[in-house]
Nanobody
Framework: QVQLEESGGGLVQDGGSLSLSCTAS????????LGWFRQAPGKEREFVAA????????NYGESVKGRFTISRDNAKNSVYLQMNRLKSEDTAVYYC?????????????????WGQGTQVTVSS
């Protein structure tokens, strides 16, 4: 099994920045692609960003392109999400996800492991 733990959520003003981290433990050798999803109250879980194991390939959700950046440090079994120019509509619980395949897919059912989530609130 793989355990994922997110950190870095919090309250930030509209237009501000926040950085999320996620660290994996357990059978980390199973992990290849890592991603971030989010879920706002009353809405379905939404893809945010994902990155391949080598960091060469990544994908972003349309609503965050140009504002969010995903990166990873394999030596630390960690993935990061730098969020800039935050908007109130970015308010959600952010989940870290890991999959055994290398392609950074955008659909949640392709991910094998999930973290518990961290709350991000953007105040307008």
């Amino acid at each position: 099994q793989v355990q994922l733990e997110e950190s870095g959520g919090g309250l930030v003003q509209d237009g501000g920045s926040l950085s999320l981290s996620c660290t994996a433990s357990g059978r980390t050798f199973e992990i290849q692609a890592l991603g971030w999803f989010r879920q706002a109250p009353g809405k379905e879980r939404e893809f945010v960003a994902a990155v391949s194991i080598g960091g060469v390939r990544n994908n972003y959700g349309e609503s965050v392109k140009g504002r969010f950046t995903i990166s990873r440090d394999n030596a630390k079994n960690s993935v990061y999400l730098q969020m800039n120019r935050l908007k109130s509509e970015d308010t959600a619980v952010y989940y870290c996800a890991a999959r055994k395949g290398d392609y950074p897919t955008t659909t949640q059912h392709t991910y094998d492991y999930w973290g518990q989530g961290t709350q991000v609130t953007v105040s307008s």
